[in-house]
């Protein structure tokens, strides 16, 4: 079983609507957990980060964690066809160091 | 404030060749990473270095050294190049935050 668990998608939405963005993780003591966005041939940057469970908002990005069910989300209100891109989770596993998974490829239809 | 910053952006190496990628940050952060990045594979850590001084492997450092040169400094190195290594390879350091990392813009290259 994979550490950091994302479906590569495609996720396709149409512009204006909400895209919900998925991760599972395996270990039980991670603690942090960051969403970074990367556009083809780009480097990843960081657009979300969350440390308790709950809900965390900035602008029109929603991140959502459930330790119990050991469950990361990112929402996207409001795509945008620049929200296109592949979004990365990434949990810290207890090392000094991220694990990230494969990504998800989102589409935002205009 | 540049950031992040790697050479060469693009390398084309034939199987057995070495080089050495250059990666360097001036935001005076301790941490300093190297991934490499597949189709359909996500990041994976090769190496790290939490402080100057110090170096850890990560995920999947065979076939590969470091050398954390001075705070800014973390270059990677391909001893004897195989097709298997032919990927991205991104450096990263850690801001203020632990585990909130900068990347830089990325290396591509290929072995044949």
């Known amino acids: 079983q994979k550490e950091v668990e994302q479906n590569s998608g495609p996720l396709s939405v149409p512009e204006g609507a909400i895209a919900s963005l998925n991760c599972t993780y395996s270990?039980?003591?991670?603690?942090?957990f960051f969403w970074y966005r990367q556009y083809s041939g780009k480097s990843p940057e960081l657009i979300m980060s969350?440390?308790?469970?709950g809900d965390k908002e900035d602008g029109r990005f929603t991140a959502q964690l459930n330790k119990a069910s050991q469950y990361v989300s990112l929402l996207i209100r409001d795509s945008q066809p620049s929200d296109s891109a592949t979004y990365l989770c990434?949990?810290?596993?207890?090392?000094?160091?991220?694990?990230f998974g494969s990504g998800t490829r989102l589409q935002v239809q205009p | 404030n540049a950031g992040v910053t790697q050479t060469p952006k693009f390398q084309v190496l034939k199987t057995g060749q070495s080089m050495t990628l250059q990666c360097a940050q001036d935001?005076?952060?301790?941490?300093m990473y190297w991934y490499r990045q597949d189709p359909g594979m996500g990041l994976r850590l090769i190496y790290y270095?939490?402080?100057?001084?110090?170096?850890d492997k990560g995920e999947v450092p065979n076939g590969y050294n470091v050398s954390r040169l001075n705070k800014r400094e973390f270059s990677l190195r391909l001893e004897s190049a195989a097709p298997s290594q032919t990927s991205v390879y991104f450096c990263?350091?850690?801001?203020?935050?632990?585990?909130?990392?900068?990347f830089g813009p990325g290396t591509r290259l290929t072995v044949t």
């Open positions: 990263a350091s850690v801001g203020t935050s632990l585990y909130e990392q900068y």
């Open positions: 270990d039980r003591v991670s603690q942090s």
């Open positions: 969350i440390y308790s469970n």
């Open positions: 990434a949990v810290n596993t207890g090392r000094r160091a991220l694990t």
């Open positions: 270095s939490a402080s100057e001084g110090t170096t």
């Open positions: 935001m005076n952060h301790n941490s």
